[in-house]
């Protein structure tokens, strides 16, 4: 399994940001798919989670109206469509398969063990 997030980069209070993330994952074998964060000295957290038929499973409540994740199983992508981002969303981003399903969440973490290289949002004020 091989997932490749990109997107990322330095952007002002209020910005818009996309986020993409490619992997086989999306159409070989479909699976529910969700991006995750990990700020500097904090946990890694479920941002938002989507199901192969573009709903989406879980939003964070600290995301919820600003964020938007979908997908575009043709191309093998997942974005995240961040907007008025807010320095608290400054971390690293990273998209995964995700290995079971739950109701209007995302699974735990720690039960998820294919993770790409993440890529990193910085938002000034």
């Known amino acids: 399994i091989q997932v490749m997030e990109s997107g990322g980069g330095l952007v002002q209070t209020g910005d818009p940001l996309t986020l993409s993330c490619t992997s086989s994952e999306l159409t070989d074998y479909p699976s529910n798919m969700g991006w995750f964060r990990q700020a500097p000295g904090k946990e890694r957290e479920a941002v938002s989670c989507i199901n192969y038929g573009g709903e989406t499973i879980y939003s964070a409540d600290s995301v919820r109206g600003r964020f938007t994740i979908s997908r575009d199983n043709t191309k093998n992508t997942l974005y995240l469509q961040m907007s008025r981002v807010q320095p608290e969303d400054t971390a690293m981003y990273y998209c995964?398969?995700?290995?079971?399903?739950?109701?209007?969440?995302?699974?735990?973490?720690?039960?998820?063990?294919?993770w790409g290289q993440g890529t990193q949002v910085t938002v000034s004020s």
């Open positions: 995964a398969a995700l290995p079971y399903y739950i109701r209007r969440n995302c699974p735990a973490i720690s039960d998820i063990t294919h």
